[in-house]
């Protein structure tokens, strides 16, 4: 299982980015993805929840409204458009998989707010 996350970087407050993540080694489609994040000296949080098929999606509460999940079965890959940034967003963020009930992470993608 390889999981590679993109799209992280610099950004105003109130900006966007979309991250991206690839996956392969297992059947992308039949698995649900997730979308966390660590800041520094805190836990990983899970952010934002996509089902396989695309059907349903959850959010913490801190992102509603602002974070979007989807994916791409076609090709393998699931996004995180993220609007209204804010400096507390700042953080790496990681797609997690988790096929055959292990835990697989990808390398990461910094995120920083800042004006």
């Known amino acids: 299982v390889q999981l590679v996350e993109s799209g992280g970087g610099l950004v105003q407050p109130g900006g966007s980015l979309r991250l991206s993540c690839a996956a392969s080694?297992?059947?992308?489609?039949?698995?649900?993805m997730r979308w966390y994040r660590q800041a520094p000296g805190k836990e990983r949080e899970l952010v934002a929840y996509i089902s396989g098929g695309g059907g349903s999606t959850n959010y913490a509460d801190s992102v509603k409204g602002r974070f979007t999940i989807s994916r791409d079965n076609a090709k393998n890959t699931v996004y995180l458009q993220m609007n209204s940034l804010k400096p507390e967003d700042t953080a790496v963020y990681y797609c997690?998989?988790?096929?055959?009930?292990?835990?697989?992470w990808g390398q990461g993608t910094q995120v920083t707010v800042s004006s």
């Open positions: 080694g297992f059947t992308f489609s039949s698995y649900a």
């Open positions: 997690n998989a988790r096929p055959w009930a292990s835990n697989y």
